[in-house]
């Protein structure tokens, strides 16, 4: 590819390789602050090309691929192209991902411990991560929390915070604007804007933490809070995880590990500031 | 009635975890996980001895340690289960 970038996230490395020069010299000013991966072999390879021989200066439009891709990928205008690398990077870990069992959460770290936060897209889980981190919370990840098979930590993969419409004013609020990324306007998700998280997080990227509570949060009307059992925990994180299967044996240990030593709560919160109090308040409560 | 035995499969091929309201088998030859509720745990437990029983003799084992109801519609429920753990490849008809 013309254009090449390394980066080095949490325990993984991604090699991007790019047609055009813009989307990776945008990831290059985001991820500014990143440790360089040491050595030359990345675990993982995305690739930006022209969705057809002339895309590249026509109307230009790209494909992502790499290791693994997905057929019917639908490919994106250049102008989202900061978009497509960060999606790039989420589906190789996601479908190739096997050092730890890969759950779609957010978590947080304070004191040692792991507050982790699951939930469909648009429960609120990315957001309240990011403003947790702006909060006295080390930001460990928005997107993926990797569990290890051995000892049980969560360990962080704290790329960019994706940031999708009202999120958008609320975290920029809270957040100096050289740590926001472009407004990307009228994505297939809405507008999308990145949040780098705070130098701490980033530079603890290799640090796990023992997963003290698990959350179920979920933008709502009303606050409101409730127990989860476990055979729901349990079934949740399986449809949370995008390895469970992949991993066999190890996989199945480390979750029935997690699901019985970690409590968890429901919560619905009507705001961000609702939500944080109530995570703070059952944060407090933790023997 | 059936005559049809059932063995259960050998103790090493299940890893099993208690849940606070159900339990989890997983299940190494197909990397299968399984969430069963009562009785199913209670029906493998009383097989575990690797005996070949018929839903008869299951049912009578259980009805030692439960109050089961009346022994037709019990014994009706065990062998449903014991047809549905069979397809799982949990048992194994003998």
Known sequence: ?287 | MTTQRYRREDADATVACALEDMALLYHRPSGQTHMVISPVPELLDQMGDGAALTPQELHDRMAQLYDLGPREEALAQVEAHLAELAALGLVRRA
């Open chain 1, 1 to 287: 590819m013309r254009h090449q970038l390394t980066l080095g996230i949490g325990p993984a490395t991604f090699r991007i390789g790019s047609a055009w020069r813009q989307p990776l010299d945008q990831l290059a000013r985001l991820y500014a602050d990143y440790p360089q991966p040491s050595g030359t072999i990345a675990d993982f390879t995305v690739r930006l090309q022209p969705a057809g021989f002339t895309r590249r200066w026509l109307r230009p439009s790209i494909f992502i691929t790499g290791d693994h891709g997905l057929a019917d990928a639908a490919p994106m205008s250049l102008a989202h192209g900061l978009l497509a690398a960060e999606m790039g990077m989420n589906l190789q870990m996601a479908l190739g991902w096997r050092r730890h069992l890969l759950l779609h959460a957010s978590s947080v770290e304070r004191d040692g411990r792991a507050l982790v936060m699951t939930g469909e897209s648009g429960s609120g889980k990315s957001t309240l991560a990011a403003q947790l981190g702006e909060r006295g919370w080390r930001l460990m990840g928005d997107e993926f929390a990797l569990l290890d098979l051995d000892t049980g930590m969560i360990f962080p993969f704290p790329r960019l915070v994706s940031l999708k419409n009202r999120a958008i004013d609320v975290i920029a609020g809270e957040a100096p604007p050289e740590r926001m990324g472009p407004l990307l306007a009228g994505t297939a998700k809405g507008d999308i804007r990145h949040l780098v998280p705070r130098a701490d997080a980033i530079a603890a990227m290799g640090q796990g933490a023992r997963p003290a509570m698990l959350i179920f949060p979920r933008f709502g009307p009303e606050a409101e809070l409730r127990a989860v059992g476990q055979g729901e925990v349990f079934m949740r994180l399986t449809q949370a995880s995008t390895n469970y299967v992949a991993l066999g044996e190890p996989g199945f240990a480390a979750l029935t590990r997690f699901v019985t030593s970690v409590p968890a709560r429901a919560i619905d919160f009507p705001s961000g500031d609702a939500a944080i109090a109530m995570v703070e308040q059952l944060w407090d409560q933790l023997p």
